[in-house]
Nanobody, 124 residues
């Protein structure tokens, strides 16, 4: 089992920044891909960003490209989502997830482990 715990969410004004963290524990996550997803009120959960744990390759959704970046610190078993130039439409619960796939995947069904989510609220 892999346990994932997100942190760093909160309330921020439009144009501001937040950095989300996802700490992994349990079985080793080396070789696991990691992803961030979000779910806004009344909407389906959607892909935001993904990173390969070993290779460092990343993929960012078009809706946040140029504003969000994903990174990881293998020594700390932690993945980050840096969110800049936040907009009210970025308001959502943000989830971290882990997948055994060895290539970047945006499919939620490919992710076996999920965190509990952290709320991000962007005020206008």
């Amino acid at each position: 089992q892999v346990q994932l715990v997100e942190s760093g969410g909160g309330l921020v004004q439009a144009g501001g920044s937040l950095r989300l963290s996802c700490a992994a524990s349990g079985r080793p996550v080396s070789g696991y891909g990691m992803g961030w997803f979000r779910q806004a009120p009344g909407k389906e959960r959607e892909f935001v960003a993904a990173i390969l744990w070993s290779g460092g390759s990343t993929y960012i959704a078009d809706s946040v490209k140029g504003r969000f970046t994903i990174s990881r610190d293998n020594a700390k078993n932690t993945v980050y989502l840096q969110m800049n130039s936040l907009k009210p439409e970025d308001t959502a619960v943000y989830y971290c997830a882990a997948t055994p796939f060895r290539s970047i995947t945006t499919r939620q069904a490919s992710y076996d482990y999920w965190g509990q989510g952290t709320q991000v609220t962007v005020s206008s």
